[in-house]
């Protein structure tokens, strides 16, 4: 059972150049999640993190820009939910189960070029349920005590 859950979330711009610093990260600030914005990722693409379960979803074009992944430790009880990919909107979602039930986390990117319309976001907060949202793009993690 879960007590406390410590998540973090980075805009990596390319996630195969930074693995590096994303074990570091993980490492450091003993991170149970790490949402990550920018992968840069193909269906080609493939990266392993030690303890870690790796889920991805790919920009909707096939090019490596934009992309999403979640970062979990394989100790934690969880299963990937659909990915969720447009042009304007990707997210990579899990499940999580804990002595309180079931939470979705999920890491979400919008490329800045797109104006994105509240149905936009609708459509795609209707896929999950309870939900932690995150994201402030290019800022480096930050640890806070709750």
């Not at 800045?112 to 149905?119: C, F, M, Y």
Request: aromatic letters at 8%.
């Amino acid at each position: 059972m879960l007590n406390k859950i410590k998540i973090a979330t980075w805009n990596t711009n390319g996630l195969s150049p930074n693995k590096g610093e994303v074990e570091v990260l993980l490492k450091m600030h003993d991170l149970d999640i790490l949402l990550i914005a920018e992968t840069h990722f193909t269906k080609n693409s493939q990266i392993y993190i030690k303890n870690y379960n790796i889920y991805t979803t790919n920009h909707p074009d096939g090019t490596a820009h934009g992309g999403t992944a979640v970062l979990i430790k394989s100790t934690i009880d969880h299963y990937e939910l659909p990915s969720y990919t447009t042009e304007h909107i990707q997210a990579t979602s899990i499940q999580i189960q804990d002595r309180n039930g079931q939470f979705s986390v999920s890491s979400v990117y919008c490329p800045p070029k797109h104006k994105i319309i509240e149905e936009q976001f609708s459509a795609y907060f209707e896929s999950l349920g309870t939900r932690i949202h995150t994201g402030v793009p290019g800022c480096p993690p930050q640890e806070e005590d709750n």
